[in-house]
């Protein structure tokens, strides 16, 4: 029995994000119903794959009028969808006409930019979202043009999931149903919550600019090498105290050093020196080196791997992270269970309505 | 009344990824009760800098991620702290940790252990690797971040891996954990029991690098997987762009800016990005976002006011633009440098360009669409004794929004209201617990 087999969704999404987002819902046996419009609908460029994601589990019905997909929306637990915020109005979609139909219904809105401010109506597309964070800018090496990472969004697929738990737990409880709202600018906000914390609490123009890397704040935590293959070392020892007298003979250096014995002495007073040294000594082997060095030694760290790693690894498929879906692989199920674990995705099914 | 309220969470973890998930059920009024070495606590609490730049009168890192719960200092490797631990999870809705196995099986508080006590605890895991992993390797966010394959694709060819920001992966991590409790939560409704849950911090950290790590894992083409040059951008309406440096210009204020300027001014401020300012720190970039059709390319061409562009034949097409997609981008580079990205912005604007500006964390910090969604907040700090400004609520909720109440509890404040009001002690059996030395 799925964990949420009790639970009916009706999915007007169609943006990759909000659609993954359900798709969490359906892995735990939730009924999904894929609304596609007859007419029109959301375009978006969708890359290879992401439908295996988005789609999976869900069941799919054609709506051919909004009188219908009313009607289907009150017998439902949940609606969600992103259509922007003037189009649900207009197509009486919005919370306010669907809750006067069903009190408990539970409404969950995937927005570019939420529901409130001047910019509520702008595009849902995570570029915007993510040029508006303030992280692009610090990502890449000192004079390198600012970097998205297209990950922002994925925050906001698994808060969409999360939000509709928090309203149905309430709704159990009470029977009132609510309306729940992320955005992509809240998903992005929230991935970059450290760094947007810190300059709130600390400010200053260090933390607003690129850090190159071989200024990191701790040679020993952070900052990437590079070996003599060309591939990537990053070390994480922030408390390097614990490592350090395993560590420095791997990088041909004493403990006792009289530059470097100390925590304070690594991470503040020769700290660009220990990391120009660091970078030396990375280069002398290749990766394969230290990585076996690492993991003989029980130091924290590893080597920069590509997407070839995720896809050829065992560990990855055996905690079904990555699995089959149709005869592709596909990423699976990043929530282990023991007594309602998330289901193999099942076939999508077309339903005729 | 809250979301949760009702629901008590035992937190057992440190760090990030473990406390972050707790915060966000105590944010929707759980009652998350944080459980902490008397000797020290979290060692969260000890983080004195952040990128070297000392963390200030405040330590923000661990403050917001403990903030809304309350903080039981307890020694779990005496038997007396154990035995309280014990009494809790009879009491207990959810028990949440990221530590160790080695130390859970110290401390006898592994699922297994834990389910004889309270059948109904839902017991949520925040590891590493996994349950079907057997590794005892550390996990940081960054060496798992470095496994999954996404820093490599980031940035222009040749340049170092790129992280994705401080904490990005335990951020996931901790979502996914409180998405994961809400729907054990919910089956323990229909089934009377709880269960075994992990939310690991590679799998977490695999679902964020989706949007490129699954077209690579359908195609295997390493378009997806290496760096990718701004230069050859498949789509050159859809690219970053650097604009020209403007003379620094006075910061503008939240809320400022409300009576009418000049109807220049107030376009500028209603620019779909909010605020511009420059920083001094470098070029002012653009993101535009624009598909590649004829509808999109004749409003960039007639916001540039590039005729020469509008008429080439390399350009004409959305195929041509793709075919000479670099020599394109180089064009646009030269004609985007020559008005700062305030007037790009105003003029994309007039024209129905969909572009933002690059901010920086001084932006955001002010952005009024982030105030007034409550992406930001204030709250009283008593550290400091003054209202701070945190991350407020990126997810919101309409009849039972989630709130920030009180930053992180100082170490085992609530030791005493939680054994006698909760679990029943009497004073002298707080004493005696001090005296062994169990609490704090």
């Given at each position: ?16 994000w909000?659609s ?28 290879p ?92 090496q ?16 698994v ?92 990088v ?44 003989e ?25 990555v ?31 | ?22 915060q ?16 020290g ?69 592994t ?74 939560l919910?089956?323990?409704?229909k089934t ?5 849950l ?82 001094g ?51 646009l ?108």
């Amino acid at each position: 029995m799925g964990a949420l087999s009790d639970i009916t969704v009706i999915d007007l999404t169609a943006s990759f994000w909000a659609s993954a987002g359900t798709a969490l819902l359906a892995d735990f046996g939730a009924d999904v119903m894929q609304v596609e419009e007859v007419k029109g609908g959301k375009k978006e460029e969708r890359l290879p794959g992401w439908d295996l994601l988005a789609r999976r589990n869900k069941r799919r019905a054609m709506v051919a009028d909004d009188a219908g997909l009313r009607a289907t929306i009150e017998e439902a637990d949940v609606f969600a969808t992103d259509l922007s915020f003037p189009e649900l109005e207009a197509r009486g979609l919005d919370y306010d006409t669907l809750a006067a139909g069903k009190a408990a219904l539970i409404y969950a809105c995937a927005s570019g930019f939420g529901p409130e401010g001047s910019d509520r109506d702008l595009p849902a597309l995570d570029e915007l979202a993510a040029a508006r964070t303030g992280m692009m800018p610090v990502l890449p090496q000192p004079g390198e043009p600012p970097v998205y990472t297209g990950a922002g969004q994925m925050y906001s697929s698994v808060m969409l999931a999360l939000g509709v738990m928090l309203a149905l737990h309430h709704l159990e409880e009470t029977g009132e149903g609510q309306r729940v709202d992320v955005s992509l600018f809240s998903g992005n906000m929230y991935g970059a919550s450290l760094d947007i914390q810190a300059y709130l609490a600390i400010g200053g123009e260090r933390l607003l600019h690129p850090i190159s890397r071989l200024d990191a704040g701790n040679p020993m935590s952070g900052p990437s090498y590079p070996s003599s293959d060309g591939r990537w070392v990053t070390l994480t020892m922030p408390d390097t105290d614990r490592y350090w007298p395993r560590f420095a003979p791997v990088v041909g250096l004493d403990p006792a050093d009289p530059r470097f014995d100390t925590h304070d002495k690594r991470c503040e007073a020769n700290r660009l020196e220990l990391i120009q040294y660091l970078d030396g000594a990375f280069c002398r082997q290749p990766a394969v080196h230290w990585k076996q060095q690492i993991v003989e030694l029980g130091l924290s760290g590893d080597v920069i791997e590509a997407y070839d790693y995720p896809a050829n690894d065992e560990e990855a498929r055996r905690n079904r992270y990555v699995i089959d879906v149709e005869g592709s692989d596909s990423i699976g199920l990043p929530i282990y269970m023991s007594e309602t674990p998330a289901a193999m995705p099942a076939e999508a099914r077309a339903v005729a309505r | 009344m809250n979301a949760l309220s009702g629901i008590r969470v035992i937190d057992l973890t440190m760090w990030f990824q473990g406390p972050v998930a707790g915060q966000h059920l105590a944010d929707f009024g759980a009652e998350v009760i944080h459980v902490e070495r008397p000797q020290g606590g979290d060692l969260g609490r000890g983080v004195r800098s952040i990128k070297a730049v000392p963390v200030g009168d405040w330590n923000q890192y661990f403050l917001i991620i403990n903030r809304n719960k309350k903080s039981l200092a307890l020694d779990l490797n005496t038997d007396q702290g154990r035995e309280v631990m014990y009494k809790l999870v009879a009491e207990a809705d959810v028990f949440l940790t990221n530590l160790t196995s080695e130390n859970l099986e110290k401390w006898q508080v592994t699922y297994d252990h834990l389910r004889e006590i309270n059948p109904r605890l839902v017991y949520a895991m925040c590891s590493g690797f996994g349950p079907f992993t057997k590794s005892t390797r550390p996990s940081f966010d960054l060496t798992v971040q470095a496994l999954t394959g996404i820093m490599t694709r980031l940035g222009e060819p040749s340049q170092p891996p790129i992280y994705l920001g401080m904490g990005s992966g335990d951020a996931m991590g901790g979502l996914m954990a409180a998405y994961g409790i809400m729907v054990a939560l919910h089956a323990r409704r229909k089934t009377g029991r709880g269960q075994f849950l992990d939310a690991s911090l590679y799998g977490a950290q695999l679902f964020l690098a989706a949007p490129t790590l699954q077209p690579y894992l359908a195609t295997r083409d390493e378009t997806y997987s290496k760096q990718q040059s701004r230069r050859n951008a498949p789509n050159p309406l859809s690219n970053t762009y650097p604009t020209r440096r403007d003379a620094p210009q006075e910061r503008l204020e939240v809320g400022e800016g409300d009576d009418a300027g000049s109807e220049d001014d107030a376009s500028r401020r209603n620019a779909p990005a909010g605020r511009l300012y420059d920083d001094g720190g470098g070029d002012k970039w653009l993101f535009v976002c624009m598909p590649n059709n004829q509808d999109a390319w004749a409003k960039l061409t007639t916001a540039l006011y590039t005729p020469e562009l509008a008429a080439d034949p390399r350009f004409a097409t959305p195929e041509g633009r793709a075919e000479h997609n670099a020599a394109l981008i180089a064009a646009l580079d030269t004609v985007f440098a020559k008005q700062t990205a305030a007037e790009w912005i105003y003029r994309f604007t007039a024209a129905g360009v969909v572009a933002a500006p690059i901010n920086n964390l001084a932006e955001v910090a002010e952005d009024p669409q982030a105030w007034a969604n409550n992406y930001f907040t204030k709250t009283h700090c008593d550290e400091v004794n003054r209202q701070v400004t945190v991350r407020g609520l990126p997810i919101s909720l309409s009849k039972t929004p989630g709130s920030v109440r009180t930053l992180g509890p100082e170490l085992g404040q609530h030791t005493e209201e939680i054994l006698t009001e909760t679990l029943g002690y009497t004073w002298d059996q707080v004493g005696e617990l001090k005296e062994a030395g169990a609490i704090l």
